[in-house]
């Protein structure tokens, strides 16, 4: 029986997708991606799976395929709906983890970009700066409550712990945000999430 495929690279943006799948309890497999030798660990390039040369790809069942993370995390959550990784679709409360999901992308994803590929260090100061105001107000944000949308885990933290696993190698010191740094700790102890810090060798 044919089973959905993620190809990934290890610690980048896909992990979000591999950890959604996980707590999914999906039926799936793992391609690697090596970003250094650009190849997949078949051998084939990557751009013959995903043109825009970059992870994660979900293959599905029916051999379609699935690219940016945001949408990857939504199909994950919506095939699962007893997980509720995700509100109902066209319930306002979905609309809000599209919220999260923007603002994740655009105020914290994309503003890591020149930390991790060389960027001059007025850029990289920028980034550091920027980051710093987006982890603010995603702490204010989150309060006192366990997770993004309030009590139940969904696929916005899968993608916010993601990000946050990237704070050390960036230069960050996470402890500036106690409630980040705590909440951090609390996701990375679901067993989902922890299968996939295991699976892909990121668990210590």
Known sequence: MPRMKLYYAVATCS???HIALREAGLSF???RYDMKTARLEDGGRLEDINDKGYVPVLELDDSQRLTE???VLQYVADRAPERQLAPAAGTF???RL???LHFLGTEVHKIYWPLFHDGAEIENQKARDKLARSFTWIEKKLGEQPFLMGDTFTVADAYLVTML???RAAGIDIATWPGLKDYRLRV???PGVGDALEAEGLKR
């Open 188 to 190: 990375r102890a679901r």
């Open 69 to 71: 993370v945001a949408a």
């Open 29 to 31: 497999t793992l391609v």
């Open 15 to 17: 992990h979000a997708a």
């Open 165 to 167: 696993n990237w704070t």
């Open 93 to 95: 409360e979905r609309y």
């Open 98 to 100: 599209q919220e999260w």
